[in-house]
């Protein structure tokens, strides 16, 4: 059975795996979560990153908006907001506010991240294994200029910056708190050494994939695996297919083009890399590098479109093995 | 400014009341309310008194119920269900978590639950000064027979004796866990000791006041009051107006009519005790007791019927102060 790890952010990650299970469908799938933009709301603990591929594989996502759950409600957070208790830029939904219930008392147990998650997964069956990348806390902040002027810098919370901010400001970097100190979470080095192919998906390559790659041992992990390492272009047209990696991609110095995210990755890392049709003259600039690349379609259009983008990675993947 | 101070359960106390605001609009009410009835649901902190009497005199409880949530939607319970997260038998709806969800995180950052309490109070403008009884954690455990047989006796807490098992099966005793080394919360012995008249609604006698009076320094604080103490019988005719109250009364030893009760609380606390018309018997059995008594209806059928109470209940104290 082909062991494949996929290095996971949210929409974007969670939305390949869908199509990879459908292009792999006897493949045992590892996925490492991404956990970076967790954040403490209400006293919860939320995983977005981690609910995200849970509902998406589960069935349970709110299909249109990529996040969240179906057909929710909202009454807990408008009381919430009734007792003037926010953040209100943060849309949980009643049926989302159980999940994170149910791990906050999890945790509060004693049980760490990664249990909690297959306990949650026992529910959602979402056809893959999903561990968190660390179970110790890591959060990413951005620094950004103070709101209040005089030149200072201030860092807010990954999640301010996205859902509240809506990447309307410059990011001068990206903080993963407490990454120096993380470990991987059980089975995470594991995985990566026993795979047979290790994908990046979409996923934003800086505060996504970069931050489970910042998880000491991993990239580690990443670069010496036996198995070739191949990831998919979340740069088209010079543009992020959706969200706001170029902002972040800004922040660390990195143009927003196909071949950019292929060198910032590097070929220490990469073996394989698929940019779209519509960037095919970056073809040459990314296997100048050393990673072999190939241009495909790379919009996730549907269940299909993104099957075959999997099957595509897969493919390059058996190419560069050779 | 008439300073009345009233030692309230759930629903009677609550309904009771918005009575009393109703006969003593222009009175400062400091309501004591019982704690020894919280418990912990999913993490969360749940106070089912402090929040009846909350959301009766706020105007969000459900009417027919007499506690939760007017309108009330049930898809975070239905959630944890789905997670096989339990209890199921607690019925807490979505508009009821956020109260829960603000009191736990408060109380994890580290406000007393009388601060929390005003908290919440500041959006629901009770028109009275809810104080709980103790900031300290007070459990009221009841022991049983155990259902696995062999002659054992077990403790459960209260609310899975009174809303799991709906008090079907005997009471031996009422453990108020907790209470020996709880304090009063900051107001309560300074509220009873300025009180122009102190008042028992008919409440439970053992798990509703008796936990009150249980907090070290509250009983002798009644006893010592300057006020007149009246009480309100929560037994008619032989039965608890509503509730199993006679459960918890044979548990203590006290038969379930309006006289025992009376008897119960005794001379040393109460100067005052109002029965049902139907038992105007028992007036002078109570008035041997060394308790005034009188005989008025004492169905809160409605708000105006539950005025007259009060108004019974003040005059009795004119009267007795005499």
Known sequence: ??????????????????????????????????????????????????????????????????????????????????????????????????????????????????????????????????????????????????????????????????????AAVPAHAIVPVGAEQAKPAPGVLEAVAAADVVLFPPSNPVVSVGTILGVPGVREAVANAAAPVVGLSPIVGGAPVRGMADKVLAAVGVESTAAAVARHYGAGLLDGWLVDSVDSEAVAEVETAGIRCRAVPLMMTDVEATAEM????????EEVRG
Not at 102 to 114: C, H, I, N, W
Not at 310 to 317: D, P
Request: aromatic residues 8%.
């Open 1 to 166: 059975m082909q062991r494949i790890v996929v290095l996971a952010g949210g929409i974007g990650g969670a939305r390949f795996l869908r199509g990879l299970k459908a292009a792999a469908p006897e493949a045992e799938i590892t996925v490492i979560g991404n956990t970076g933009d967790d954040i403490h709301l209400f006293g919860l603990k939320v995983c977005p990153d981690l609910d995200t591929v849970m509902y998406t594989l589960g069935g349970g996502i709110h299909e249109e908006q990529g996040w969240g759950r179906a057909g929710e409600s909202f009454a807990v957070k408008e009381e919430l907001a009734a007792y003037g208790v926010g953040p209100e830029w943060f849309g949980l939904g009643d049926r989302d506010f159980a999940t994170h219930i149910v791990r906050t008392q999890m945790l509060g147990a004693g049980y760490p991240l990664s249990a909690v998650t297959e306990a949650l997964c026992a529910r959602w069956r979402p056809g893959v294994r999903l561990l968190p990348m660390s179970d110790d806390r890591v959060e990413t902040h951005v620094l950004i200029d103070d709101p209040e002027g005089g030149g200072a810098r201030k860092a807010v919370h990954f999640q301010e910056y996205w859902v509240r901010m809506r």
């Open 310 to 317: 999997a099957r595509q990675a897969l493919a390059l993947a």
